[in-house]
């Protein structure tokens, strides 16, 4: 569907449903009892988990929850996809804990001045930013769980991982905050002079968010490039998107703009991956250069 009117509930009906402590703590209660999605429980069941001792209030309010966030089946009730959503969102602090902050730690050199490349995770998101001249070279949501469950010397890597898993999420063309499609959409430099990288624009179809990064970033997953990598010791699961600055050699120019066409060089040791990529960040054509 790509009408919002096709929408079975209103969000903003959907939203009031759970803003209630009774609901929710019956949320929690299903989501205690039922370790696998098709796992059901009793009405008494979820009644003594929730501590709702009235019946009559624990029925009204369990009914108000249903069929968005609960389901009623043979053998008693569990959660809908959207209900575990609900309690996961509440489980991973995003609406909760805002003074959660990591750092700042070295993660490299500036690609600008030369200075350090400082990561630091403040209000929900990982920022790669230079201690010197304050360039941002790489953001990313991030919910406060990961850094609340992992030890001390666990969480830059936790981050890091994180971040880069969503930025490959992203780059498959799927939204991190709504999980919608993206469209994608190469952007030519409008400075002749500007020594920066043309970006890929991704946006949003159903929430409109948009998200920008550098060219040579939107190829790391590309299976020659990624091949590259691994002969020359990297994983590229595990590969932050801010080494394409730090670790890779790149150079990246418009070599066509009717249609648009970009040559992307990837250098890491001695080889040299070229791509040409058009309008939309599709590879057209790709040759390993030793």
């Known amino acids: 569907m790509s009408d919002e009117d096709d929408r079975a509930t209103d969000p903003s009906e959907a939203f009031g449903l759970v803003a209630n402590e009774t609901r929710f703590s019956i949320l929690r209660a299903l989501w205690d009892l039922s370790e696998r999605r098709e796992r059901a429980a009793s009405f008494g069941a979820v009644r003594s988990e929730a501590g709702v001792r009235d019946s009559g209030q624990f029925n009204y309010h369990l009914d108000r929850l249903t069929p968005e966030f609960v389901r009623e089946v043979d053998e008693g009730y569990r959660l809908t996809e959207a209900g575990r959503r609900v ?79 969503a930025f490959q999420r992203m780059n498959r063309g799927f939204c991190v905050y709504c999980d919608g499609p993206l469209d994608s959409v190469v952007e030519p430099l409008v400075d002749a002079d500007d020594d920066s990288d043309p970006v890929v624009e991704l946006s949003c179809r159903a929430c409109d968010r948009t998200f920008r990064w550098s060219v040579a970033a939107g190829v790391l997953d590309h299976p020659a490039v990624v091949a590259m990598l691994y002969e020359a010791g990297i994983d590229a699961r595990e590969f932050p998107v801010w080494g394409v600055f730090t670790r890779l050699d790149r150079d990246v120019r418009v070599t066509g703009e009717d249609p648009l066409r970009i040559e992307v060089s990837i250098g890491v040791d001695d080889a040299r991956m070229e791509l040409l990529v058009d309008g939309d960040l599709t590879v057209v054509d790709h040759e390993r250069v030793e």
């Open 87 to 165: 309690v996961g969102a509440a489980v991973s602090g995003v609406y909760t804990d805002r003074d959660v902050t990591v750092g700042p730690e070295p993660v490299g050199e500036c690609p600008g001045c030369g200075g350090e490349l400082e990561l630091r995770y403040e209000d929900g998101y990982v920022l790669v930013e230079c201690g010197d001249c304050g360039r941002g070279v790489f953001d990313m949501s991030t919910p406060p769980v990961l850094v609340a469950e992992c030890d001390d010397g666990e969480v830059v890597d936790a981050l890091v991982r994180h971040a880069t898993a």
